[in-house]
């Protein structure tokens, strides 16, 4: 069964940066919409941005001109570059691709934003 490999999270300053990736184990096809959600602790799982198969995207507010998502059509991986990282941000991520009749989640990564 295909999974989602996640890497880049870690520890970090605020106003620091950090890039996700997620990248499936095995071949995929007819992706729909790739996206980033987060989770807290002790908060529900939220969703952060997403973008679809003709590269429109879209962001959750508390992100919206810090995080940028992309995505490469040819490694079907898609990425969440995180700028201007604040306390807040500190959460799994875990990247979710929507494809059609499937949906794959990530195992989730670690971000820590603190001095």
Known sequence: QVQLVESGGGLVQPGGSLRLSCTPSG???????????RQAPGQQREWVASITNGGSTNYADT?????????????NTVYLQMNSLKPEDTAVYYCNINGIGYALWGQGTQVTVST
């Open 63 to 75: 992100v919206k001109g810090r995080f940028t998502i992309s995505r490469d059509n040819a490694k």
């Open 27 to 37: 071949s995929i096809f007819n992706i729909n919409v790739m996206g980033w959600y």
